[in-house]
């Protein structure tokens, strides 16, 4: 039977948002350290029960996945010391890969998402990105208007430009994508069906979909190095 996701690990991520505090947080810490554990070993099924349809899977560890729940509040207006959610970024080099992905965001009163797709790539990225789309458009439509994609995630979104990206015609018919500057496909997830014992289903059959989204993504990006 798959692993789901207890349902003191969301009671821990409610009671965070509400009490984000050093001392609350040191006084619960067993408390953490059993939630962040749960989402430790579901991610590591979810890895392996990826590796059939995603090679960048492959030994990966879901503690190499996982962002630290330490906030860094040296230059935001946000002092709350620690984040109020668990994620984690599967891609090719962990979790600070600037390829495209698969996040999974855990979080409690209905806000926890998986998503995919590429995020605020340095500007190498964003440009070979755009020739793609400017280039391929009509398999880039063929992936997010599939009944499946559309299901699950309803449009991409992202950051957008409010003019035109240098190089491109405004009468580009692709420019509604040309202007993105992340392309996303989230899905919300409702926390019943996060304590659902069909969670894991849910996450990989959301990852399958998005997959052919990510390839797309990843495709011109292959050759290029960081700049």
Do not use: C
């Amino acid at each position: 039977m798959a692993t789901t996701i207890d349902k003191s690990t969301i009671s821990f991520l409610e009671d965070l948002s509400k009490n984000n505090t050093r001392e609350w947080f040191q006084e619960h810490k067993p408390r953490y350290e059993t939630a962040r554990k749960n989402f430790l070993i579901f991610l590591d099924e979810l890895l392996e029960s990826m590796e059939p349809f995603e090679p960048v899977a492959h030994g990966q560890k879901g503690k190499d996945l996982v962002f630290r729940i330490y906030r860094d509040v040296r230059f935001s207006h946000d002092k709350r010391p620690y984040k109020d959610h668990f994620g984690a970024y599967i891609a090719e080099g962990g979790r600070k890969s600037i390829l495209p992905g698969y996040y999974l965001h855990l979080a409690a009163n209905n806000n926890s998402f998986v998503a995919g797709g590429l995020w605020m790539p340095p500007a190498n990225y964003l440009k070979a990105v755009r020739q793609e789309i400017d280039y391929s458009m009509e398999e880039l439509e063929g992936i997010i208007q599939a009944p499946a994609f559309k299901e699950r995630f309803g449009s991409i979104q992202g950051e957008q430009l409010k003019t035109t990206p240098k190089g491109y015609d405004k009468e580009n018919p692709a420019i509604e994508y040309l202007r993105f500057k992340s392309w996303n496909a989230v899905m919300p997830l409702s926390d019943k069906v996060v304590l659902s014992k069909d969670f894991m289903g849910v996450v990989l059959e959301a990852f399958k979909t998005v997959k052919p989204f990510n390839d797309f993504l990843t495709a011109p990006l292959r050759d290029l190095g960081e700049e």
